[in-house]
């Protein structure tokens, strides 16, 4: 899925600039910036812990990340993400899903590292409404 919309496999990021979230609720898609764990450094270090609820949610605010480095003007191709979601959409058929992707700082290569399929939409506020449209679309196309 990934190769078909001109990302590719390949090792991890050496350093991670922004975590986009994208969320997809029937044909609606929402891009969310969420905080990622600042770079750490390369070789020989103790092991970091850490809860992800408290790291990369939209409202973090954690000694592990560069407190709103997500807020940032952004640059990144929001028309290859969407072109992904809905790839992966019509590759999975799913309706609801939610997409992490990390970008490397410096390249903008672009990974695909989890796809939940009903993620939390916190910090969506569409959400309500975007997934009661697709249940009633859903309803009237059953009949």
């Keep these: 899925y990934i190769q078909t919309c001109n990302l590719s496999v390949a090792p991890s990021p050496s350093s991670i600039s922004h975590f986009p979230q994208l969320f997809a609720v029937g044909e609606t898609i929402f891009t969310e910036i969420?905080?990622?764990i600042r770079n750490q450094c390369a070789g020989p270090a103790q092991t970091v812990h850490f809860d992800s609820a408290s790291v990369s949610k939209a409202d973090s605010a954690s000694a592990l990340n560069e407190?709103?480095?997500?807020k940032r003007a952004?640059?990144?191709?929001?028309?290859?993400?969407?072109?992904?979601?809905?790839r992966l959409k019509a590759r999975?058929?799913?309706q609801l899903f939610g997409v992490d992707v990390v970008i490397e700082e410096g390249s903008s290569d672009m990974y695909v590292v989890d796809i939940n399929y009903?993620?939390?939409?916190a910090?969506?506020?569409e959400f309500p409404a975007c997934l009661c449209r697709l249940l009633a679309e859903s309803?009237?196309?059953?009949q």
């Design 74 to 86: 952004l640059s990144f191709n929001t028309e290859l993400l969407v072109a992904l979601v809905r």
């Design 34 to 36: 969420r905080p990622s």
């Design 139 to 142: 309803v009237q196309a059953s």
């Design 67 to 70: 407190i709103g480095a997500h």
């Design 118 to 121: 009903f993620p939390g939409y």
């Design 92 to 94: 999975l058929g799913l």
């Design 123 to 125: 910090g969506i506020d």
